[in-house]
């Protein structure tokens, strides 16, 4: 999956030479709580949000008597490039959904500005769009059952269970394999088109594989 199938393209930018009061109005009508700040051909010089904008309005807001018109004049008479984040995380064309995962993980933001390879702003994605993609590619929300199968790590494997699961003339919708507690083994999680497990787990378990099951980790 890539960023580009899933970002927004149609993306709401301002000036640096804009006006907060113009960025807030703006983020207002689109629904929207952060702007990429786009400069001379559209070039990503930085970024700004709400909260840049509460905090650029936090010094009248304490002083005591200070009015809402107060409020607006500053927001009117500060540019956006005072404001703005100038060192943007941002992704490009080419990244993948997981490369954007880690950058929104480990930077704790909640959007990305999407470049080209001329450092154009192109797209914009947030949390809630990787969440959506994740969710949809999982499975989720089709009629469906998940099973969770410890396996020996080695080649082979996910294969004898893919037949056994084939042979329930059953399809799989979705596949994930991680590492296990275990040394040696992993776990693989398997979305499967029916509500009717059971005999898939028997056989799966015959087959000598163990079945997690939620009860298993109650303590």
């Known amino acids: ?43 990503l010089v930085g ?22 018109k107060e409020s607006v004049e500053l927001l009117r008479n500060t540019r956006v490039e005072k404001v703005m984040t100038r060192k943007v995380v941002a992704a490009t064309l080419t990244d993948t959904l ?21 450092g154009r702003v192109a797209g914009i994605i947030t949390r809630t769009d990787v969440l959506k993609a994740f969710i949809e590619a999982l499975g989720v929300g089709e009629i469906s059952s998940r099973l969770e199968v410890v396996v020996p790590d080695r080649p082979g494997a996910l294969a004898k269970i893919v037949t056994t699961i ?7 919708t979705s596949i994930l394999t991680t590492g296990h507690a275990e040394s040696g083994k992993r776990t693989i999680f398997f979305r499967v088109a029916t509500i009717n497990v059971l005999p898939l787990k028997q056989a799966i378990q015959e087959a000598g594989f163990e079945i997690l099951d939620p009860s298993c980790f109650h303590v």
Do not use: C, W
Request: proline share 4%; hydrophobic share 40%; aromatic share 4%.
């Open 1 to 43: 999956m890539f960023v580009v199938r899933r970002m927004k393209k149609h993306v709401v930018t301002i000036s640096p030479s804009a006006s907060l009061y113009e960025a807030r109005e703006s983020m207002r009508e689109n629904g929207i709580h952060q702007l990429p700040v786009s400069g001379e051909n559209g070039k």
């Open 47 to 68: 970024i700004l949000s709400n909260r840049d904008i509460r905090e650029a309005t936090l010094p009248v807001a304490l002083l005591r008597g200070a009015t809402e």
């Open 98 to 118: 997981e490369d954007a995962i880690v950058l929104l993980h480990d930077f704790r933001i909640n959007a990305l500005p999407v470049v080209d390879d001329q």
């Open 166 to 172: 084939k042979s329930f003339n059953v399809n799989i």
